[in-house]
């Protein structure tokens, strides 16, 4: 039975059965229509030979890969669900994660917050590459929809081309050094309100999770000053409606995944499990999350 989404015969609570189940799941994962490597058929073919039996592909402020990878994912025989990583800001600070799980992928508020959500994007890349530009690196559009074909366009996709003209020697270098300048630190993402990110996915009849908490740790923060601070932020989301919390995830150590579960459980919220998978290479630092 195909349960992509959530419907009046498979419920939200048989979602969350399903995402909560002991399958082998991967429900957090990236392609190039955001800011992955490979394409939702590489991802799934990966995860399939992996034996994997729970996925979803879930691209920033985009459902173009999972809709794309639906009936290929589904011929294989696996259970593959609607996904979405929307960027969100709050008063709590901007980059706070919202997974979105079997919604409806056709529902129109949806279709028109991702839209609001790609205008301010493309307003903000043109800022961006004028601005790279201002500095002498001379790059072209063509340049830039090289990357991916034009599907998803953002500072990672800035930091490819930088990194394949020979500027830089990675994408890492490319954010530690150049995207710290203050007239590229100056070009602020727009993103949607968090409670607003929140009431879209459940308008689509989605479930809403909160992505990796920990990464909302500063980078000079210890331990011991972020966990008070963590729990402010749980509670805050909490009081928006939020359906789970993403309680494994690299960013968290087992102790701290821990401290997530028995959050969760303590508020009734569902538990869910991501890689974060965005390329082979370039591997992101989850474990400067892990410090004391």
Not at 4 to 26: G, Q
Not at 35 to 54: C, H, N, S
Not at 236 to 247: F, N, P, T, V
Request: hydrophobic share 35%; with cysteine; charged share 30%.
């Amino acid at each position: 039975m195909n349960h992509y989404k959530i419907t009046k015969d498979f419920t939200k609570d048989d979602m969350r059965a399903l995402i909560e189940s002991d399958l082998k799941k991967d429900i957090h994962m990236h392609t190039v229509y955001s800011d992955g490597a490979l394409t939702p058929k590489e991802v799934i073919d990966m995860r399939v030979a992996e034996g994997f039996e729970l996925l979803a592909i879930t691209d920033h402020d985009g459902i173009g890969g999972s809709v794309a990878v639906r009936e290929y994912a589904e011929s294989l025989g696996i259970n593959f669900i609607s996904g979405i990583e929307f960027d969100s800001e709050d008063g709590l600070g901007k980059d706070i994660h919202m997974l979105g799980y079997g919604f409806d992928p056709d529902n129109e508020t949806l279709k028109k917050a991702l839209e609001g959500v790609l205008q301010e994007r493309r307003n903000r890349n043109i800022k961006f590459m004028e601005t790279l530009n201002k500095r002498g690196y001379g790059i072209t559009e063509e340049e830039v929809w090289a990357i991916n074909e034009g599907r998803f366009v953002g500072k990672p996709t800035f930091a490819t081309v930088l990194r394949n003209k020979g500027i830089v020697k990675g994408k890492d270098e490319a954010f530690n050094t150049i995207f710290r300048e203050p007239d590229i630190r100056s070009i602020k993402k727009k993103t949607l309100p968090t409670k607003e990110v929140v009431d879209v996915i459940h308008e689509a009849g989605g479930l809403a999770v909160l992505a990796h908490p920990m990464e909302q740790r500063r980078l000079n923060e210890t331990f011991e000053e972020f966990e008070p601070r963590l729990y402010w932020i749980l509670d805050r989301i909490l009081a928006y409606g939020i359906d789970g919390l993403e309680c494994h995830h690299p960013s968290a150590d087992p102790y701290q995944q821990e401290l997530l579960v028995a959050y969760a459980k303590e508020h009734g919220l569902m538990i869910t499990t991501g890689s974060d998978f965005h390329t082979l290479y370039d591997k992101r630092d989850f474990k400067r999350y892990h410090r004391p």
